[in-house]
């Protein structure tokens, strides 16, 4: 079972004798290697504006791939009134499912631009079940895309080196589908990492999904075969 750990530090800066606004700051753990990011929204524009949003990666002095980090947020108070910030873990490219976690702060401000009360968070996920390893069929516009917005994945060629060699989509790694068992957890760094795997016409991708899946990885799509890969190639 993937279990997901979201680390929540929420800061209020008090306003002082030389300090008309108090500042609001939020860190929520996270992993952007595995396509999820954390995004707000707020129900009242003008209330409080936004100072700070940022993402810093783990110390990582192995190079690992696959690792997690910190989303940082940070808010003024501008006006008078109340707002709700809703945060959501989710994936740009899945607006049809729910997101994996999310929190709604509601901040009051006072007339100095004072966040003068905070409410305790409103937090829900989804259940746990929904985040076991399943295998993942996906069509190449659709990988493209994803490849295109979250920039941080493993492109795997599960075919012979000299298939490899012939053809291949750019950026691909080879670990033949015989090898997989034996060779994955060795190679394939973080088990929330995302994953595109293909072969020739499709066989092989879909028996080498399979068994990342039983390996536990939780982030892997079978993109099927090259032959139906109408994007850039490279050979050599």
Known sequence: MAILLILIIV????CGENSSSKT???ELGGNATTGYNWTYSMDTQGIVKEIENNYVTDHNPKGLSGVGGTYIFAFEGVSPGEVKLHFVYSRSWEEDQPPVEEIIYTLVIDKEGCISELND???????????EPVYQKISSSEAYKMMSETGNFILLD???ESEYKEKRIPGAILLPNDEIKSRAEAELSGKEQLIFVYCRSGGR????TKELVELGYTNVYDLGGIID???????G
């Open 229 to 235: 890969w109408p994007y850039e190639t490279t050979s």
């Open 24 to 26: 609001f700051r939020v």
């Open 205 to 208: 991708s879909a028996s080498a």
């Open 11 to 14: 800061t209020l800066f008090a």
């Open 121 to 131: 968070a409103t937090e829900s996920s989804q259940n746990d079940s929904n985040l």
């Open 158 to 160: 599960v075919r012979t």
